[in-house]
Structure formats: C-alpha cells, structure tokens
C-alpha cells in the first residue's frame, strides 16, 4: 500500500506538471499583451515596453517556461499583475469557497443521485422509473448556465424565495450548489439504477432472500454495497467535472471562488493567477481519484491492494 | 405420508416470457418426510429448481407465479401466504444452498459476518454471540483456522470451502428442512463426494430433512431415502431410491441410469436418451416423453398419463406411464 500510493504520487507530480506546461503554453497563445492590459490605450508604447521588461515578458517563451519551472520547484508561484500579491495565496484565499460549494454540490448529488437511482430500480418500467429517467436525460443534457439563470428567474426574480448570487446565509448556498451537482446527479441517478438492477439477479441476493431478510436488508446493504463499486470510480471522475462546471456556476451566481478567480484572471492575462488557479484545480481532480482507488479498495476486497 | 413436513401438491408454475407463457411445473407432487432426504432429478429444464424457488418463494418476479396447486410446511399453507413471509419462514425453518457458492456468497462481506447475519438479523442475537455461533458453525462443517479465516471474503476460499460456507449459513437457524439446489455441480469429484458426506452428517446428527436436486444420479444413490423423478414439469416416477434405480417403473428414468457412464467398462459408449429435452413453449401433446420414448405407442401421442402405481412393482413406487407392465421388466 506504501508503495502504491508514493508511485501514485510521483505519477501526479507529473500530472500537475502536464496542467501547468498546457496552460502555460495556451496562455501566451492567446493575442493581447499582460503589459498594455495593465498600463491601459493611454500609455505609450515606451511605457509598455519598459512593463515588459520589468515582466520578463521578452525573454524567449522556452526561457521564460523554464525560469517558471524553477520558481514553481521553490513553491515561488510569481505575483498576481493586478494585486501586486502572492499568486497561491490569493487562490488559496478563494479555495474554501469553492470547496464549500464542491462538496455541498457532491453531497447533494450523492444522496439525491443514489436514492433515485434506487427508486428507479426499484419501480423499474413504472410510471416512478419513467420520470427520474426522463428527468435525469434532462439534467444531463442542459448546460449548468442555462439551469442556473432558469433557477435565479423563478427562484429569485420570480418567487423571491432565494437570493440570486453572492454569500452568506446557507441560502445563498441553494441555487449554485443545485445547479453545480445536476450532471453528475443526473450521471448518478443511470448508473445506480443500471448498477442495481444488474446485480439483483446475482445469486448472493437470491441468498440473500432465501435467509428470509427484508427486502429492504436485501438491497441495503447487500445490493447497494455491490452495485456502488462502479459508482464510486464515476465518483471519482466526475469530481474534475465538478470543479470545472464551478467555474460556470460561480460567474452565473457571483460566487467569490477559484472559478471566478479563474475567468477575471483570463480577461486580465494575469498570468500567473490563473497558471496557480489550474494548478490548484488539477491538484484537487489528482487527488479525488487518489481518494476514489484507496476507496475502492475498501468497497470490494477482491482489489483490496496486497500489503507485501 | 400423513405427517410429511413437506408437501407439493399439484403444483403449477407459469413464467410471462418474450416467447410467450411457459409453465415449468405443471401438476408436480411430491411429499418430504421429517428427517428424510429426498431426491428431486432429471434434466436440465425440467422443473428441479423451479420448484426449490417456489416453495422459498423465490420465483423471478414479476415474471414467475404460481397458478395452481398447493405447497404446506408443517401445517402451514405456504401458498396462501405472500412471498415476503414465505421468506420471513423460510430462513428459519427451510435452509437452501445453491448450485455455484462463488456467485452465492455476497463478495464485499465477510463470511463469518454473512453466516451471523440471520443470527442477528433474524434472532436479534448481539454481535458477540452471533459471531460466536457462526464460529461454531464454521469450525462444524469444517473450516480449517475458523477464528482467523472466518474474517476473510468469498474469494479467499476454495469452491468446496465455500460451499461448506454456504451449509454453515443456510443451518444457522436450525431449519427442520435443507433444500440443496445441486449442491456439488460446480464441484470436483472428490470434493463433491466430502459435500455430501458433510450433507448426510450433519442430516443425522440434526434430525433435518433434506430436499436433494440433482441431475447426477450417482451423488444422491447413497445419500437419499427416496427418489422423485421430473421431466417436462412433471413427475415421471417416484419411490424408493433402491426401487426406482434397481425397478424403473419409468423409460426416461430407465434411460437417466442408462445414460451414466460406467467406470468398469473403460472406453464403451456413453448410451444417451435420444433427441432433447421439449421446448416449455411447446411441449408435446399426451406423455411428454413420447417423443424420444423407444416404446411409445399411438395412445402416448394423445393421452396424458397419470401417475400411478403399475401392478406387480414395489408399494411406494408410482410412474406417469401408460404402459410400464408391458415394456419394463422388474428384473
């Protein structure tokens, strides 16, 4: 297991690096220059160029990648342009918001996801079934900005019963949280359902039956323990997609996280925020699938990793 | 048999499939004495496990039901019952065990933890003294090192382990009645031979009886009282083992015993029963087995035979056969 999990992490260490070298690259792709974005149209051309400089913005892109590659050796993430501050601590400052609303987001599409899937199995071809199925296509197949202004319209605008963005009550929380966890409920929703009804006809429930335990002992734990093995790998998968979606929703509802970080950053070719931002979020996704193979291993021992 | 703990009477069994409906079990009868072991053979498709299913009702839902007929244990009319307390009754009083103890046992459980499991579940025992009862269940139907074995998982274990498994957990709630769903197919020869040595034990040991389905005639001859042979969801032939095996009252039972291989005569000729078993979508009209039946006459084609006892062979003995006198020797 020791072993295991070190080459695990070697082997991330070089995930991270693959991330920040893809986003450092894309960025400079990008047309616009960091200097003039600062300084504004009224600074001349002088002025910019003198920016530039000072930004190390004219060395050749290899050499610039590298002395970047050096600094991130030394946990030197470089300063934010705009804030004249620690790039990583300023992302670091907007981590727990995102966190907050990742995890809230994966509660609800956990608990949500899983017990409708089970209804589904359960009432399989029934009029129960037909809805959550349908209605888990929809989930899936609607993007997380439109469900999230359709959600503001009614529920804030509309019905006045939920505020429309920003922080600070757990009702602030609702909206954005629902809205975050709709494509991986939806994902949840198919494959519990799937899961269980192919592991209902195993022999071990008929076993199980045949003790004389409950239906509902039948399914929890011996069905649902079985059938959540592949969920728990979607799980792990799904969570890069929920950082990802974060940033979408955070703009829709203000919400003041690493998304929204993310997507100012961009517009201000800030370079080194959103280099830090990236590495922050693929850090996150590295680690949720770490978490899901040690997981794994505790859900079904016939993986369980051997202890040499 | 007045004081049968369990019997079947007339049973029939309809499954809704794509084709159409079947009906697997289609008038079956059969009684299981206090203590005794019966045997259930015949082939494949012919009814064996159906009938298992249906008296711990476990029949696929909603696909399986039963339309007619009658099963009672002790005094209880398990028809009239719905499936949840045939259950509820069933793991108490009627253990079962199944063809491949592998897919049997629940993978992610530990099995000490899957036999207390109706100890805790269905007696309400704590979980020390569950533990301890299935350690003595584990340690009886001889699992090597149960104290540290009894924490590993299915796949940890032998096939023939695990169907000792499966024993120690269908008789951790003491039932008078086993049913044992070809216990030893998926089994090598000698560990088959140690299964029904553990079965017959541990039978006298408790006074239980034990329904035996089986399609391998030679495993059941020294461990069953009696025998009761199905084709086609009915019963062929029943009575004692001795007298079926030695007296066939029966052609497809005749040709069942035909159809083993003999040791003694290295490199002979298997000797099959002609063609297949019948499609339950279409089963053939008048004796089911007319159709591969060697002696089979006009009247076979068109009418059904009861079961009855033929003249001349032993008292406990009936076929379904219209013409055993003339075709069959008792000797």
């Not at chain 2, 028809?79 to 079962?96: D, E, H, K």
């Not at chain 2, 584990?138 to 009894?150: A, F, N, Q, S, T």
Request: glycine share 8%.
């Amino acid at each position: 297991m020791g072993a295991y999990l070190t080459r695990r992490l070697v082997f991330s260490v070089f995930i991270l690096w693959g991330a920040v070298s893809i986003i450092f690259v894309v960025l400079r792709l990008i047309p616009s220059d960091p200097a003039r974005l600062i300084l504004g149209s009224d600074a001349t051309e002088a002025e910019v160029e003198v920016l530039r400089e000072q930004m190390g913005l004219n060395e050749s892109l290899p050499s610039q990648y590298l002395s970047y590659l050096g600094d991130l050796t030394r946990l030197d993430f470089g300063d934010s342009y705009r804030q004249q501050r620690d790039a990583f601590e300023l992302v670091l400052e907007k981590l727990p918001a995102t966190l907050e609303l990742a995890i809230v987001a994966l509660v609800i599409a956990l608990v949500v996801g899983i017990l409708l899937g089970v209804l589904a199995a359960l009432r399989v071809n029934r009029i129960a079934d037909r809805i959550v199925s349908v209605a888990s296509l929809l989930a899936q197949s609607l993007p997380s900005f439109w469900i999230g202004i359709v959600f503001i319209l009614v529920f804030a605008r509309g019905l006045h019963v939920l505020p429309s963005g920003g922080t600070g009550t757990p009702a602030h929380m609702v909206l954005p949280a629902i809205t975050l966890a709709m494509p991986m409920l939806a994902i949840l929703i198919r494959m519990t359902r799937s899961g269980l009804l192919e592991v209902i006809h195993e022999g071990y429930i008929q076993t199980a039956r045949a003790k004389g335990l409950s239906e509902r002992v039948v399914i929890f734990p011996h069905a649902i323990r079985n059938a959540l093995i592949p969920i728990v790998t979607i799980v792990g998968l799904q969570f890069g997609g929920l950082l990802a979606g974060s940033v979408i929703v955070e703009m829709v509802f203000s919400w003041p996280g690493i998304g929204r970080l993310l997507i100012e950053s961009i517009g201000q070719r800030d370079y080194n925020v959103v280099q830090a931002s990236i590495l922050v979020i693929s850090a996150g996704f590295v680690f949720a699938n770490l978490l899901v193979d040690v997981l794994y291993g505790y859900l079904d021992p016939r993986v369980r990793l051997v202890t040499r | 048999m007045p004081d049968a703990l369990l019997s079947i009477e007339d049973l029939q069994v309809e499954f809704s499939t794509r084709d159409g409906l079947v009906r697997p079990l289609d008038g079956v009868t059969l009684e299981v004495g206090h203590g005794e072991t019966l045997a259930l053979l015949g082939e494949s498709g012919s009814g064996k496990s159906v009938t298992a299913q249906a008296v711990m009702g476990l029949l696929p839902q909603p696909a399986g039901k039963i339309v007619g007929g009658r099963i009672r244990f002790d005094d209880q009319e398990l028809t009239a019952l719905p499936p949840q307390q045939v259950r509820a009754l069933c793991g108490t009083r009627i253990g079962m065990i199944f063809q491949d103890p592998l897919s049997s046992l629940n993978p992610v459980f530990r099995v000490g933890d899957q036999v207390a499991e109706p100890l805790r579940r269905r007696l309400g025992l704590r979980r020390r003294e569950a533990n301890a009862r299935a350690l003595e269940l584990l340690h009886r139907v001889g699992i090597p090192d149960v104290e540290h074995r009894m924490h590993h998982y299915p796949h940890q274990f032998s096939g023939g382990q695990r169907q000792r498994i499966m024993i120690a957990m269908a008789l951790s709630l003491g039932p008078d009645l086993l049913i044992a769903d070809e216990p030893t197919t998926a089994l090598d020869v000698t560990v088959q031979a140690q299964i029904m040595n553990l079965l017959r034990d541990l039978q006298q040991e408790r006074d239980m009886a034990i329904l035996l389905i089986t399609h391998d005639l030679g495993v059941v001859a020294d461990v069953a009282s009696r025998a009761v042979v199905l084709y086609a969801g009915r019963v062929a032939e029943q009575g004692r083992i001795r007298d079926v095996y030695d007296h066939s009252a029966h052609p497809y039972t005749e040709g069942l015993l035909a159809s083993i291989p003999q040791q003694e005569e290295g490199g002979a000729r298997l000797t099959p029963i002609a063609g297949a078993p019948p499609n339950p979508l279409a089963f053939p009209q008048g004796c089911r087995f007319h159709p591969r039946c060697p002696y089979a006459q006009e009247r076979c084609r068109d009418e059904l035979p009861e079961l009855r006892r033929p003249v001349g062979w032993a008292p406990d003995q009936a076929a379904s056969c219209h013409f055993t006198e003339e075709v069959l020797s008792r000797g």
